[in-house]
């Protein structure tokens, strides 16, 4: 489903992917740390490029992200983002934030589109909510609608940044249970995270990154039991003593 | 010194005041209308990615802020006809105003548009949408929203800035005074009741501007 085939990005002088090789199957969930800075975000966000690369390939649903060509509207499309900053429309309700896509990209009647919306607010827990506005939900109601936003596109991948990185600790719950459900759905994801049990649960492999490397790439019985590298040894030994 | 003060001369004159007012509302509208239209087509050229269009706007938009309004009436009072463009006083003052307060409206509309925090841009841009349907569906319903304020501020500068019109005999509420003063020689009454006038037509202003302040909070947050 997704392809790094010796990816490189430089940001000026600053080389931040250096040579990514990694293949993402369908229906994998693929949870990737590393220490900030290493590079993890730009990894993702190459996929929809929304951070172009600049040296080797990279093929995403049989399409190349690499070809200045490809028409990167129609596989953005196919692709749910959903940023650390949930980053939803703040002049739009709920509803209309999830089906604005649906209604503007897929060309769907407005009524259909509505009642998408509605089934997948509902499913994220948030059936209630269709018609506030991002202002009056808290933080982790935010970020469900801006997964909602995602999947009302029957995306064949979802990205996760950071997810629950700028949520209160009593909302990371709500936000992991949706994604958990979603992992179990058969939704191929990556996801961006320090959440290690979120990893541990439901992840098929766990990654880890430092300075634009992919260090080790496993399963995570192996992963967090057995950690071949030692870099990856120092960082787990550092987020999992707290 | 009120007891000085000529009230029945003021109302000899309100006629002329009432004809002044009404071309004062109507140059500095007229001014409004075309500022706006310069100015969103001045922006839009400004924030495009080709320099052929980048360039001229921001060399318009600099040159205009960086003189005085005096010095761009007098270039177009004296300077078109003088490079054989035939163009009636009236052309001179709307098109003045017009040109000055576009390069404003210009730099407030881009204001609006950059203050759309980008991580908005890239959800929609991971959404799928394209560039035109960004600027439709996301940005300029809240630049909108936004720039109402400083635009009704940039507007009641625009109707105060209409009095240098008078130098060039527009008649208008500036002139109005000038003429009351030069025929009876009481140039108390005569600007003190142009200011009054222009105060009366910044009260509205302001009570439009608070309005939209308010209309502006309630957008975001329902």
Redesign the interface.
Known sequence: MIEFRDVHKWFGDLHVLKGIRLRVAAGEVLVVCGPSGSGKSTLIRTINRLEPIQKGELIVDGMKVHDPRTPMTKLRAEIGFVFQQFNLYPHMTALENVTLAPIKVRRMPRREAEALGKEVLAKVGLADKLHQYPAQLSGGQQQRVAIARGLCMHPKIMLFDEPTSALDPEMINEVLEVMRALAREGMTMIVVTHEMGFAREVAHRVAFMDYGELIEIAPPEEFFARPQSERTRLFLSKILTH | MLETFNFRVILEYLPLYGTCLLATLWLSAAGLAGSLAVGCAACAMRISRFPALHWPAAVYIESIRSTPLLAQLYFLYFGLPSLGVPVSETTVGILALTLNSGAYMAEIIRGGIQSV?P??I?????????YL?RMR??VL??AV?ITLPPMLGQAIVLVKDSALLSLISLMELTRAGQILTSERFMPAEGFLTSAALYLSIYYVLKALTVWSRKRLIH????
């Open positions: 925090a991580g908005q890239e959800a929609a841009v991971s959404s799928g949408l394209s349907q569906s996301i319903p809240q929203g957008l975001h947050t329902g």
